[in-house]
């Protein structure tokens, strides 16, 4: 094979992912990342169906599996705290609001720099200013590094990429009115390894989530039909979510304190839907080009799986065009089932007033019954989940070495 050249922008989950199969597969990879450092820690992110295949073909499903973070399940809870429903953690590759394999988005990033790192050029402090693809290759300018030509750029960005807007002016994300604050805070003795979570009213949600790392996960989602809130600066953000949260009990008080600490991270829940993936030599991967949202609970798996089929159709296909448009037709069905949300996901199942939040939690009470979960389990096995919507093709690319857990 010739050797090739490829960009790949961003260094989460999916840039690393396909960074790793293609430098096996005999391309020149380099990848750019726009901060100086592999991602935060994060929340927590899980794996199912075909993500979970993936893992097993990069030989990094063990390692992954041990940075677990030992989350048991979801139980809902009421403003004192006491359970309402308990749902366990998933026992196979799909099932479960807890899936499986749970992994801080950070731990995993690491996972996948690691496998990669001795055959991939990472810059990292740099990003991508301006693209010129003049059909048989790709000119980059960089902010700070010199310029240099690809044969192939894949853009594996977030939600917002701004490298996106460059080749897709028009790309906007489908907001569906959600917000939501990420943080780490102490852990205390009292802390479970259930992922608890209380509805609030008024459209918003607190939630506690363990971790392996010596801290809890938390969380605040609440709805709005204002825009732009995610553009404000750290101060606003907070004194925003000090005002929203300011009348909620358990353990509201105690992330609220933390919000200072230096780990939130606030986003506005959004979708990113696209006619196309690709542009000439030039292709999205992950969020930038999908992304479902974080309910959706297949981000992680999305990016896994397109960084896979992106791989196997660049090591397959000469020209990059013909593979970027293999890898769309492969991977569509998937993301089409990803982004299709549960009926009334998120705003009938988050209340605003009292009324609707006994409904939710009278819902959740006969679901977490004997009767319901064996009508569920039987039902499941004449339907196929959505994180096995897709068979999930064989491409003769070398596999990478194995990750030690």
């Not at 986003?267 to 974080?294: F, H, K």
């Amino acid at each position: 094979m010739v050797h090739r050249n490829v960009l790949v922008s961003g260094a989460s989950v999916a840039g690393p992912a396909l960074a790793s199969w293609l430098a096996r597969s005999g391309w020149n990879v380099t990848v750019v990342e726009q901060f100086d450092h592999l991602p935060d820690r994060g929340q927590n992110v899980d794996i199912r169906g075909v993500g979970r295949q993936v893992l097993r073909r990069m030989r990094i499903e063990d390692a992954v599996r041990a940075a677990h973070t030992s989350e048991l399940g979801v139980r809902f809870v009421d403003e004192n705290g006491r359970p309402v429903a308990s749902f366990p953690a998933g026992t196979d590759d799909s099932s479960g609001g807890t899936a499986e394999i749970e992994i801080l988005r950070g731990e995993l990033a690491k996972l996948l720099y690691e496998q990669s790192a001795d055959e991939v050029e990472y810059r990292f402090g740099d990003r991508i200013s301006a693209l010129r693809d003049d059909g048989t290759g790709v000119d980059v300018e960089f902010r700070h590094g010199p310029d240099r030509r690809f044969d192939a750029v894949v853009v594996a960005e977030g939600l917002r990429s701004r490298t996106r807007s460059m080749i897709m002016p028009d790309a906007r994300p489908h907001e569906i009115g959600l917000y939501i604050a990420h943080l780490a805070i102490p852990r205390t003795a009292a802390d479970s390894r259930w992922w608890r979570t209380m509805l609030c009213g008024r459209g918003r949600v607190v939630f506690l989530r363990p971790d392996n790392v010596g801290t809890t996960r938390a969380g605040m989602f609440f709805a709005s039909d204002v825009r732009g809130l995610d553009r404000l600066g750290r101060d606003d953000t907070v004194a925003i979510l000090r005002e929203t949260f300011a009348d909620v009990g358990w353990e509201a008080p105690r992330v609220l304190e933390s919000l200072d600490n230096g780990t939130l991270y606030f986003e506005d829940v959004a979708q990113t839907r696209l006619p196309t993936w690709s542009e000439g030599r030039i292709a999205l991967l992950g969020d930038a080009a999908y992304c479902a949202t974080p309910i959706s609970g297949m981000g992680t798996t999305l990016a896994l799986t397109g960084a896979y089929i992106l791989a196997g159709e660049l090591t397959a296909h000469d020209d990059p065009r013909t593979a970027f448009a293999r890898y769309e037709r492969v991977l569509r069905p998937l993301v089409t089932q990803a982004q299709q949300l549960a009926p009334g996901v998120p705003h009938a199942v988050i209340p605003r007033g009292r009324a609707h939040r006994t409904l939710v939690h009278t819902a959740l009470r006969l679901a977490d019954t004997s009767l319901a979960r064996r009508a569920l389990a039987t039902a499941s096995r004449f339907t196929t989940p959505r994180a096995e919507a897709i068979t999930l093709p064989d491409y003769p690319m070398p596999q990478p070495r194995a990750m030690a857990a």
